[in-house]
């Protein structure tokens, strides 16, 4: 899914504040990640001043995201589907067994449609996915 035929980019503005990333992502389920010079989309989660997303296994595909120390993030408007925000973001793996990841994961878990485990879900994440803090960089 490309980007720049499923969302209208927003004439230049100034960079999006914290608190509009906020709303924007807790508002949308979705939003737009650029890997390798390529738009993909990927469900998430807000929590604790970051987005958070699970990748691989069972779970969306997003490649070269654990490689990478930041990514472009792009946002969409709830109302409009158009680009609501986009801005850069540090890339951290969460240590998923750590106890500071817990909130962070029964976050991501709230927002996950559909999954073909319902209660397993996070178990299988612990060992054939991996959850990625996103962390907007702002001036």
């Keep these: 899914m490309s980007l720049s035929q499923n969302t209208p980019h927003a004439p230049e503005q100034a960079p999006p ?7 924007g992502a807790k508002k ?15 469900w998430h989660a807000w929590h604790d ?18 490689d990478t120390p930041s990514v472009r993030v792009t946002l969409r408007s709830k109302d409009k ?29 709230k927002e996950r449609l559909n999954a ?5 879900m996070t178990g299988r994440w612990a060992t054939e996915s991996r959850v990625f803090r996103l962390v907007p960089d702002l001036p």
């Design 17 to 23: 504040t914290l608190a509009l990333i906020e709303e």
């Design 49 to 66: 001043g970051a987005i958070y997303v699970v990748a691989g296994g069972a779970e969306q595909e997003l490649p070269g995201l654990g």
């Design 116 to 120: 073909p485990d319902g209660a397993g």
């Design 81 to 109: 589907g158009g680009e609501l925000a986009a801005f850069d973001a540090t890339v951290e793996a969460v240590d998923q067994t750590g106890p500071e990841a817990v909130p962070a994961i029964e976050a991501l878990a």
């Design 28 to 42: 949308s389920g979705v939003l737009w990640l650029t890997l390798d010079g390529r738009a993909r989309l990927a």
